[in-house]
């Protein structure tokens, strides 16, 4: 783990101003800091974790709670598989994929995760509060570091931060439910169609793959060229329609029927 010196920012108004606060105070130079606006357009506020809070509650969730910023460049491992979670990682810049070891020591692709989210949020306060993935940087990741007493206290004194928590877990719950559906299963167009519908809704029918082709296919098991087979043949009956990442859902009830 390094920290560097130069950190990209995402954020914007209030939130940009309130992480040259934090850079001062941890002593990390503000004249390094370059501000991003046009790759994530993203704030701190829009962490599901502080949804329905102003912008000065969480503000100051941050003043008080802070102890340190990390930095972690491209391809480092953040944490390991089983590593015990003695503190919160919330992720504020960059983006990470989780992989998972199974049993018979195969890599398992679990999901990619963007700023703004918690490290595993559903194993912070479990009887066996272990990493269950490893996680790696996909490009410079930067996390801000929260004790999980405080992070508590915040919650028992917050109400709407506590319901956050709560939800998220639950959408991680069912993300992970999810998943391990479509891993059952053993047709690649079945798994496919479960990971389309997953990422659309009747009304939001398009969507941006987060992977390549490659890691598409790895994230299926699958050879590349396999993958590439059945995305064309659900082209050519009108189930779907790509656009090199962007996913449009043509039939939705073809989709279900898979």
């Avoid at 410079?140 to 004790?147: D, E, G, H, R, Y």
Wanted: neutral net charge; proline residues 2%; aromatic residues 8%.
């Amino acid at each position: 783990m390094k920290q560097t010196q130069t950190i990209k920012y995402s954020v914007q108004g209030h939130s940009h101003d309130h992480l040259h606060h934090l850079l001062e105070k941890f002593h990390l130079p503000l004249d390094d800091v370059k501000v991003d606006h046009h790759q994530h357009n993203q704030e701190l506020s829009y962490c599901p974790l502080f949804r329905g809070m102003t912008q000065r509650e969480h503000d100051e969730f941050l003043d008080r709670n802070v102890s340190e910023i990390l930095t972690y460049e491209k391809g480092e491992i953040i944490v390991r598989q089983g590593d015990p979670i003695h503190f919160v990682l919330l992720l504020v810049q960059g983006s990470v994929r989780t992989e998972m070891i199974t049993m018979e020591g195969n890599v398992l692709d679990i999901d990619i995760l963007e700023a703004v989210i918690p490290l595993a949020p559903s194993f912070i306060y479990g009887t066996k509060n272990n990493y269950p993935v490893d996680v790696i940087a996909i490009e410079t990741a930067v996390f801000l570091k929260i004790s999980k007493e405080a992070w508590l206290d915040e919650m028992a004194r917050n109400k709407q931060l506590l319901t956050n928590f709560l939800t998220m877990n639950a959408d991680l719950t069912l993300f992970l439910t999810n998943k391990l559906q479509m891993i059952s299963l053993k047709s690649l167009r079945k798994k496919l169609a479960t990971f389309f519908l997953d990422k659309t809704t009747v009304k939001e029918d398009t969507f941006t793959l987060k992977r390549s082709r490659t890691q598409l296919a790895e994230y299926f098991g699958v050879q590349r060229q396999s993958l590439a087979r059945s995305l064309k043949e659900m082209e050519e009956e009108g189930i779907i329609q790509l656009k090199g990442r962007i996913v449009s859902i043509l039939d939705r009830n073809k989709l279900i029927r898979e």
